[in-house]
């Protein structure tokens, strides 16, 4: 990832207003209900879907596959999933600490930015598209996806730009005579392994690989093999909304590998 240039700065970035995303009800006849249940049979329809290994923005088939099967109907296949080794794990590491200096020197409104993209995308063009791979994926209801991968993945990233802003703007409240102190909010050394749990998109693709990302970390995500679509799905989302190579490495495979 190429070191974004700095442009000079002559003021002070501020988010617009951070709201919590409006539920749906999706009420039976109206055009929430209507477009959500196309999204479900169009996914039904065209799977099953082939998720690869995406280590640096290269997707790689490893020929290794396991299946992520409908919880509530163990004959439907949602998606095949390539699975990753322990030299893709390494390979992932190493990518992901080459994309470290840069993506952590780039101004935090640059990558609050991402997110808050990210979030839009989800809340409007992606909406039933992740409802429906969660609900079909996770063996969740209309209201239980809503919940979850519609709003408060949303919040995950809105919420968690505007709670950086508050840290990063807490400064020292006075100085000792002849000094000028600021303090620094540094990412952590190395990067960090995100092993996200099945029943939540917005804890897996929100929580525990957004926040540490935001402020500067590089995230080697392993999703559960019981949500492999829908946080392929999310990630996807990410990357549209600007997310450089190497920064999330999507390492789907074995606990024991990875």
């Not at 099953?48 to 088939?61: D, H, L, Q, R, W």
């Not at 840069?102 to 409007?124: C, G, Q, T, V």
């Not at 080697?220 to 999310?234: E, F, G, L």
Request: glycine letters at 6%.
């Amino acid at each position: 990832m190429a070191s974004v240039p700095q442009a000079p700065q002559m003021g002070l970035f501020s988010l617009p207003p951070i709201k919590n995303e409006p539920m749906r009800n999706y009420e039976p006849k109206s055009e929430d209900r209507i477009k959500l249940q196309q999204a479900v049979d169009e996914m039904i329809a065209a799977g099953p879907f082939e998720v690869p290994v995406v280590i640096n923005g290269e997707k790689i088939k490893t020929g290794k596959v396991s299946k992520q099967l409908n919880p509530s109907n163990h004959s439907h296949v949602l998606c095949n999933y390539h699975e990753a080794d322990a030299v893709l794990v390494d390979k992932a590491v190493e990518g992901s600490l080459k994309a470290k200096t840069a993506w952590e020197n780039m101004p935090w409104n640059d990558r609050a930015a991402i997110f808050l993209k990210a979030a839009d995308l989800i809340a409007s063009k992606y909406r039933y598209k992740v409802l429906a791979a969660t609900m079909l994926g996770q063996g969740k209801n209309v209201w239980q996806a809503e919940i979850d991968a519609a709003a408060e993945i949303c919040d995950f990233y809105r919420f968690s730009a505007k709670y950086i802003q508050e840290l990063y703007s807490t400064q020292p409240p006075e100085c000792s005579a002849n000094t000028w102190n600021r303090t620094e909010y540094r990412p952590l050394e190395g990067f960090v392994l995100a092993v996200s749990p099945f029943n939540f998109l917005a804890i897996a693709a929100g929580n525990l690989i957004c926040a540490p990302a935001m402020v500067g970390n590089v995230v080697v995500w392993k999703p559960s093999p019981m949500s492999i679509y829908s946080n392929y799905v999310a990630y996807e989302i990410l990357r549209e909304a600007g997310l450089p190579d190497g920064v999330i490495q999507f390492v789907p495979g074995p606990a024991e590998e990875i």
